[in-house]
């Protein structure tokens, strides 16, 4: 067969179901090869290559499949990165195919020509650039294994036009499908290093557990809440980490950090002695650059798949070398014996619960009836509506530190999205194409994007009503880039080069076939959500929000 028609071949043996992308010139042997061959994935056409790695990012998070996208050389390859940054740094399990023009055109000035392994090198696990189809074949394999394996990430392997038409054995293009799920291999912590951490935790005064996104990409959720509820134990998450434990758990704190993170969770963690990070980088976002808390103010215990993080930003007492799932479950186990099957209350139950009420009432924007409309009381609002088992999408500008403060999951897993690593605006509006297709069963897919995010991705709203997929779209609408006009109010005081015209989102979505809404008073605001939630394909809701810069947003440096 050709080495396209071995590429797809691959594709469906190792268990994907969709793919996301868009044509060029260089795909076309590729293309014809998913038009013809017998292999039963959905390929969804983008209006975007940016657009096809968010979506294959959103859907590797939210699914604990490989994500996958794919696009043209040239242009196509370039617009196509920003995703595999993403999924990268996020050790979000994606691979990507760019198509190239043939191997015997290099060097000559051909048209798309460019060095795609030198590009995708620095933002993925591997770029491959087989020179046959039966390296092709192997190039897949490849990829798939990367991506699931060690820490998780993206995987690149191009596709040259001449390598697409060569051929291989039918008999050659085989692969693992082990390589599909991540993640694929589980290392399992040593006893020794399990009871050192038993140790310190059982020893411990006031524990408290950090949860990040291993913790999601192991499915470890039920094991945190157990180890919680066996020591009596506070449960913090980063961003990329809600939904480790359900955050209406007793024991569930919630965010930490810079963005998004309250005063009394962070008094919380100062007042613990003990605290156990579980699949979190420890990054500058989480610790508010390392001080939260200080290196050596505290005992450290960590958990991550991948050794070279052990120590790397504290130092650490114990670090335990696993999977989160399985080296949690060891900790469980020891713990159990240890106790006898009698829980450890260290910290009430009603702690967590008690100073969240207190400081929540606290905030008169939750339930403010002022006009522009309060971040604070969208959330509530949405809160409200929202049923259980929804998925949210949440760009990284304004929403993010609103969602992550005051959304309560109500249950455990992966519900929750955020791109943290790169924190590139105009990720959800795609992002909600990936998460449908890895949870159509979702009782409702929301997109919650600011105008600055809308303006970079509006044109998947044509894909969204060409899909008439079932999900919401909220613009939180300020009429500008707020997040660097709140750091310039910060800084000088004075703003440069942030604002644009307010644009009228619903009315582009009504452009596009979509059905919207605009809203600009709070009295209409829990109306206006609940007739876009119960719209049966897409709808589009436009909130006329207050500027973040006049806003008392959960960002630690502006309350500052």
Known sequence: MRGSEAVVALLRDVGVEVIFGLC???????????????????????????????????????????????GPSGGGATYILPGLAEANASSVPLVCLTSDIARQDAGRGTLTELNQTRLFEPVTRSSTLPTSARELVAAIGAAFRDATTGPLGAAHVVLPYDVQLDRV??????????FNAAPAVRPEPTPDDVRAAADRLVNATRPLLVAGAGVLRSEAWDEVTALAELLGMPVATSIGGKGSIAETHPYALGVIGSNGGLPFRHDMLRQSDVIFYVGTRQGSVTTEKWTLPSDGEKTLVQLDVEPTRIGHNYQTAVGLVADAKRGLA??????????????????APDEVRRRRDAYMASIEEYTSDRAPIRSERFVAELSRLLPPQSIICA?????????????????????????????ALGYALPAVCGAYFARPDAARVVGVMGD???????????????????????????ASYGWIKAGQRQMAGGYFSVDFSRSNHAAIA???????????????????LDQALAVEGPALVDVIVQPLEQARAPVSKWVA
């Open 24 to 70: 060029g010139d260089t795909s076309l042997p590729f293309y014809e090869a998913l038009a013809t061959s017998n292999h039963g994935i959905r390929h969804v056409l983008t209006r975007d290559e940016r657009s096809a790695s968010f979506m294959a990012d959103a859907y590797a998070r939210l699914s604990g499949r490989v994500g996958v996208c794919e």
């Open 169 to 178: 054995a039918d008999a050659e293009v085989t692969i693992d499908p082990r």
């Open 330 to 347: 060891a900790l469980v186990d020891e713990i159990t014996d240890r106790l006898g099957g009698r829980p450890a209350a260290r910290t």
């Open 395 to 423: 760009d990284p500008g304004t929403p993010c530190p609103y969602l992550s403060a005051y959304y309560q999951l109500p249950q455990a897993g992966r519900w929750f999205v955020s791109p943290r690593a790169h924190g």
């Open 452 to 478: 600055g995010s809308f303006g970079i991705s509006a044109g998947e709203l044509e894909t969204i009503a060409r899909l008439n997929l079932p999900v919401t779209l909220i613009v939180l609408n300020n």
């Open 510 to 528: 009504e452009a596009y076939g979509i059905p919207g809404i605009r809203v600009e008073s709070p009295h209409d605001l829990r109306a206006a």
